[in-house]
């Protein structure tokens, strides 16, 4: 196996560690968070179209303006990454006007477009880098491949034995990490690099596992399956590190930063799923207990982590079961403590039953 893709995570460089009670929490609209960039920049679903918050300071405070991506000709959507490059470039999926679902790219000046080369079969982006190459699936013969994205043609990134793959996530040195089924029938997290293609990251495991992200230092996360249940893990170049647990039997890590923070979801002592961020100093921390000012969901998945320690959450109102989308800040951030809790997106009014009016962002090209 190669090491240029998986690097010790102990060895990465540490930042100070956030403590509890140490993040301000943005709620920005009903929905859910799938990504958040370095500019603060976070995108997601919302009411079955991909949306994206672009995100400004204002008075010292932090304000989000809602903006919707557009379509392919159908009624849903959803976007899972934004990458740090001028301008901004967004993918996600999106249904066509015949019910597909095709892999779509989103810049400013272009919109929104269907990175799918026909229309016979069904594709997904899921990660994308600061040079633009997107990473997903195309599902090709009543079986999804991983693939990369370089502006017309999907590219194969080759395959474990098995038929299936997903290709979760690409760092800006086209390493990239997902999962893909096994000779066997197993699911194992893979690496791929140019030079090296596809690699299993478990290939002595009769357990299942899923890498879903890498960060600049090739160090990546995911999830492993042990004993009949799912643990966050880390992989330093051979055995995945375990991460810890919130109490229950079960987690997942979503997300890590430059700094190797990694956020995901672990299952609590009582059986719910909280929202987690993992340190090597403190190890698993509940973010549910890391806030501030107590809010009224439960904090039921951190899906991305930027730099700053900006992180992007999916909450639940237990009252409804419905989702919401938050921003968590660490207070170290330039914020104003006495305006943490109710910030709503910048042209998103609040109006009756809890909804919001979207009002679609008026770009300019370039």
């Avoid at 799938?34 to 991909?50: E, F, L, Q, S």
């Avoid at 990369?148 to 999907?154: A, D, K, R, T, Y």
């Avoid at 991305?304 to 921003?327: F, Q």
């Amino acid at each position: 196996m190669s090491r240029a893709l998986i690097v010790g995570i102990a060895v990465v460089g540490w930042a100070c560690p956030v403590t509890a009670g140490e993040y301000n929490a943005y709620h920005l609209s009903p929905g859910r968070l799938n990504a958040i960039n370095n500019n603060g920049t976070v995108v997601g679903w919302y009411a079955g179209y991909a949306i994206g918050f672009s995100m400004a300071w204002k008075s010292r405070q932090p304000e989000w303006e809602m903006f919707v991506l557009g379509d392919l000709g159908g009624d849903a959507s959803e976007a899972f990454d934004v990458n740090d490059h001028d301008p901004e470039q967004i993918v996600g999926w999106a249904e066509t006007a015949t019910g597909q679902m095709h892999a779509f790219g989103w810049t400013e000046a272009e919109g929104m477009v269907d990175l799918a080369v026909s229309d016979e079969h069904e594709s997904c982006a899921l990660g994308i880098n600061d040079a633009g190459a997107a990473v997903g699936w195309y599902a090709g013969y009543s079986c999804g491949f991983s693939m990369s994205w370089n502006g017309s043609e999907p590219t194969p990134l080759g395959s474990l034995g098995g038929l299936t793959s997903e290709a979760h996530d690409i760092n800006d040195q086209s390493q990239i990490v997902g999962w893909g089924e096994t000779g066997s029938g197993l699911v194992h997290a893979f690496g791929w690099t140019e030079a090296d293609g596809m690699m299993d990251l478990m290939p002595t495991s009769e357990e299942e596992s899923r890498a879903f992200a890498v960060n600049e230092s090739g160090a990546v996360v995911g999830w492993y399956a042990g004993y009949s249940v799912g643990f966050a893990m880390a992989w330093d170049g051979s055995e995945p590190i375990p991460l810890g647990s919130l109490g229950g039997p079960a987690s997942e890590a979503l997300g890590i930063n430059n700094l190797s923070q990694v956020v995901g979801w672990g299952e609590t002592e009582s059986g719910s799923q909280h929202a987690f961020l993992w340190t090597e100093s403190e190890g698993m921390v509940d973010l549910n207990e890391c806030l501030v000012e107590a809010v009224p969901y439960v904090l039921k998945v951190a899906n991305d982590i930027n730099d700053a320690g900006w992180i992007a959450v999916t909450a639940v109102d237990p009252d409804t079961d419905n989702e919401h989308a938050l921003v968590l800040a660490p207070v170290s951030t330039d914020v104003p403590t006495n305006s943490v809790w109710g910030i709503v997106a910048v042209g998103v009014p609040l109006v009756a039953a809890g909804t919001f009016i979207l009002r679609k962002r008026q770009w300019t090209s370039t």
